[in-house]
């Protein structure tokens, strides 16, 4: 296959690098950086021009295009490479919004059914006020759109809360959410649309600092397996089977209903509370620093699973 990888991190290194592994594919990147570009041709562009990067698609005769960013996505670079007839995997700018908007996400999480944490939503001063002294902390605040990993707060001081919430109400409705206790994990779908396929779990180190001290980050290591997640549902399977069935399923339906059918990968955020499995985010491409951990461990093509995702031929790839 040649394959058009967008992006410039390691995530899309860690893409590359196991789709070379297969041996059979020629691979160029637009964007890139130094270790990518030891391995494949690297084309600058625009990532956030949609007719750009579909100009380039198109030019080099490429059968699939993978974004990994959030950021093409939200913009529609994925559509514009879908209405040129190439195969693309990544979602359209409408279904994109399950990252792009945590307001949106939540509600396709309450028409779904997902279990998630409760949530205020809250438009001005007074409101936020209200909700945060109608809650004990510790408490999280979350902007709507992104922020590059800044728009989250996670805090036991009722001022910083207030502060952080603050600088967000300008721009959109700002969410007082639930705290969740117990530990964090990543579960990543591929989705046509339809079905779905798990695949392995994985932790980021959050913190900043070495001995999990300092603020949280979107992670600056990662590792997989888990082994908390075997002793505590016996197996990885079941505990991706459980996440299928309550949360990618019920939501990859409710997308497809509203007419934003998720095509590429959806990312599952999860806490796992002692009440059970949580969701505090979605996002609609691989994560970052997850993705260097998980694409090692996995053994059938990933070409072929990125190629049916984008065609909607997940239910017939092998396991
Ligand atoms: P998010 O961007 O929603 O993933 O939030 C960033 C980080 O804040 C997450 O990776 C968690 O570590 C933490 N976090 C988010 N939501 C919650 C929550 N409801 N309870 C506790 N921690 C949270
Ligand atoms: N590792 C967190 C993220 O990719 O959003």
């Given at each position: 296959m040649r394959i058009l990888v967008l992006g410039t991190g390691a995530r899309e290194h860690a893409i590359i690098t196991a789709l070379l592994r297969e041996g059979s594919h020629e691979v160029i990147c637009a964007g890139g950086n130094g270790g990518i570009a030891a391995d494949v041709e690297t084309v600058q562009i625009d990532q956030l021009n949609a007719n750009l990067v579909a100009e380039l698609a198109a030019d080099r005769a490429v059968d699939l295009v993978v974004i990994g960013p959030e950021a093409p996505l939200v913009a529609g670079v994925a559509d514009a490479v879908r209405d040129a007839g190439i195969a693309v995997f990544g979602p359209s700018k409408l279904a994109a919004r399950i990252e792009g908007s945590k307001s949106f996400a939540k509600q396709i999480m309450t028409d779904a059914q997902v279990p998630t944490g409760a949530v205020t939503q809250v438009a001005d001063y007074d409101q936020l006020v209200a909700a945060v002294d109608g809650q004990g902390g510790p408490w999280v605040i979350k902007a709507d759109?992104?922020?590059?990993?800044?728009?989250v707060l996670v805090t036991e001081d009722r001022d910083a809360a207030i502060e952080h919430a603050e600088k967000y109400l300008g721009e959109g409705p700002v969410l007082v959410e639930e705290f969740l206790a117990g530990p964090e994990v990543s579960l990543f779908f591929l989705s046509d649309g339809e079905t779905v396929v798990p695949l392995t779990p994985a932790q980021d180190y959050?913190?900043?600092?070495?001995?999990?001290?300092g603020p949280n980050t979107g992670g600056m290591g990662a590792y997989s397996p888990c082994g908390w997640i075997v002793e505590r549902f016996g197996s990885e399977t079941a505990f991706t089977d459980e996440v299928r069935r309550t949360v990618a399923e019920p939501t990859i339906r409710r997308l497809a209903e509203i007419g934003a059918p998720f095509v590429g990968l959806l990312y599952a955020g999860l806490i796992v509370t002692d009440a059970g499995i949580r969701v505090i985010e979605f996002n609609a491409r691989f994560g970052d620093p997850e993705t260097q951990v998980i694409l090692p461990r996995l053994t059938s093509s990933l070409a072929d699973a990125l190629m049916a995702s984008a065609t909607g031929a997940l239910a017939e790839l092998p396991p």
């Open positions: 759109g992104l922020a590059a990993g800044k728009g959050k913190r900043l600092a070495d001995g999990d001290a």
